[in-house]
């Protein structure tokens, strides 16, 4: 205690009933209180402070053994928060790639390979387009090359010949020229044999006229002839007779020609045949093609002109032109 201070006045304070007592004698306590008289007033002498209200007890620490050690707390000091720092950019790095192949003179360069395809409709980005157009393209050749093969094959099995043709006889029944005008009349048969030498190829004819022609020129009127079928490997004959209509214009120089050879008795004719003729092989079939064969003979005549009988020597017999 300091010099000149005065000693301390002790007041009673009211005894503090327990929790456990009941709510009457809280209220009566704290009617006491109330009516109380109040504490001095600050800065007088009888003044006290307040008694402050006592801590709670704790529960006693262990004591420090050598073997236990509790972790030393350490109290942490606020500090102050840095401002963030910038982000670093970094540059776009660049991609890996595949260590290149040493290149040696004396090997080949390394082949250059696709990269793989994906599954699926990406397909058609990589050149699906491109090989299905080259798949179409081999098909077709492919297709192509056996047609053509095959009838390649086909033509050379029923390949169809030409069929020859053979005057084997000549009559001439008469031949009459007259000068004003230049006409001639004749009547005249040649026979003919046709060979047809193919195999598996048999010939139709249709439309076939027939006329006899001197120097180029006809000397009789045609004649059409029936149809006719000739078979494979087979020989026909025909000897139709020619002329014996009207009379027939020619130039006068075909006129003299004519009358000349007949005087000397040695006359050049031709027979002419035209039509149409389609081949058949099996089940194949042609379509209508031109025929044109021509057949020269020399034919002799008597002394005079007079022939009753009409037959007349073939003097010469060449082989038939067959156009077909």
Same mark, same amino acid.
């Given at each position: 205690? #300091?010099?000149? %201070? %005065?000693?301390?006045?002790?007041?009673?304070?009211p005894?503090?009933?327990?929790?456990?007592?009941?709510?009457?004698?809280?209220?009566?306590?704290? =009617?006491?209180?109330?009516?109380? /008289?109040? #504490?001095?007033?600050?800065?007088?002498?009888?003044?006290?402070?307040?008694? *402050?209200?006592?801590?709670?007890?704790?529960?006693?620490?262990?004591?420090?053994?050598?073997?236990?050690?509790?972790?030393?707390?350490?109290?942490s000091?606020?500090?102050? *928060?840095?401002?963030?720092a910038?982000?670093?950019?970094?540059?776009?790095q660049?991609?890996?790639?595949?260590?290149?192949?040493?290149?040696v003179?004396?090997?080949?360069?390394?082949?250059?390979?696709?990269?793989?395809?994906?599954? =699926?409709?990406?397909?058609?980005?990589?050149?699906?387009?491109?090989? !299905?157009? !080259?798949?179409?393209?081999?098909?077709?050749?492919?297709?192509?090359?056996?047609?053509?093969?095959?009838?390649l094959?086909?033509?050379?099995? @029923? !390949?169809? $010949?030409?069929?020859?043709? /053979?005057?084997?006889?000549?009559?001439?029944? $008469?031949?009459? *020229?007259?000068? *004003?005008?230049? #006409?001639?009349?004749?009547?005249?048969?040649?026979?003919?044999?046709?060979?047809?030498?193919?195999?598996?190829?048999?010939? #139709? @004819?249709?439309?076939?006229?027939?006329?006899?022609?001197?120097?180029?020129?006809?000397? /009789?009127?045609?004649?059409?002839? $029936?149809?006719?079928?000739?078979?494979? !490997?087979? /020989?026909?004959?025909?000897?139709? &007779?020619?002329?014996? =209509?009207?009379?027939?214009? &020619?130039?006068? %120089?075909?006129?003299? =020609?004519?009358?000349?050879?007949?005087?000397?008795?040695?006359?050049?004719?031709?027979?002419?045949?035209?039509?149409?003729?389609? @081949?058949?092989a099996?089940?194949?079939? $042609?379509?209508?093609?031109?025929?044109? &064969?021509?057949?020269?003979?020399?034919?002799?005549?008597?002394?005079?002109?007079?022939?009753?009988?009409?037959?007349?020597?073939?003097?010469?017999?060449?082989?038939?032109?067959?156009?077909?």
């Open positions: 205690m #300091y010099q000149g %201070e %005065e000693p301390p006045h002790h007041h009673h304070l005894k503090m009933n327990d929790d456990d007592d009941d709510d009457d004698n809280d209220h009566h306590d704290q =009617g006491r209180f109330d009516h109380q /008289t109040p #504490y001095p007033p600050p800065g007088s002498q009888a003044y006290q402070p307040p008694a *402050t209200p006592q801590q709670p007890l704790q529960p006693p620490k262990p004591l420090f053994s050598p073997g236990s050690r509790q972790p030393s707390k350490k109290r000091t606020p500090t102050a *928060t840095p401002p963030p910038p982000p670093i950019v970094l540059p776009p660049q991609p890996l790639q595949p260590p290149q192949p040493i290149f003179p004396n090997s080949p360069p390394p082949k250059a390979h696709p990269p793989p395809r994906p599954h =699926g409709d990406d397909n058609r980005y990589y050149g699906d387009g491109d090989d !299905r157009r !080259r798949q179409l393209f081999a098909v077709i050749t492919t297709l192509l090359l056996l047609i053509g093969l095959t009838a094959i086909l033509w050379l099995l @029923y !390949r169809p $010949s030409k069929p020859h043709f /053979t005057a084997i006889s000549a009559a001439v029944y $008469s031949l009459n *020229t007259t000068s *004003t005008p230049p #006409y001639v009349a004749a009547l005249i048969q040649l026979t003919i044999l046709s060979r047809n030498s193919n195999k598996r190829t048999s010939l #139709y @004819y249709d439309r076939l006229a027939v006329a006899v022609h001197y120097h180029n020129h006809p000397i /009789t009127p045609p004649i059409s002839l $029936s149809p006719l079928h000739h078979r494979k !490997r087979s /020989t026909i004959m025909m000897s139709p &007779v020619i002329g014996g =209509g009207p009379a027939v214009a &020619v130039p006068p %120089e075909v006129l003299q =020609g004519l009358a000349a050879d007949e005087a000397y008795g040695v006359v050049g004719l031709s027979w002419v045949l035209v039509g149409r003729v389609k @081949y058949k099996g089940w194949f079939r $042609s379509g209508h093609n031109r025929v044109y &064969v021509r057949c020269d003979v020399m034919v002799g005549f008597k002394s005079g002109g007079a022939n009753p009988t009409g037959q007349v020597p073939l003097l010469g017999n060449p082989p038939c032109f067959v156009d077909m």
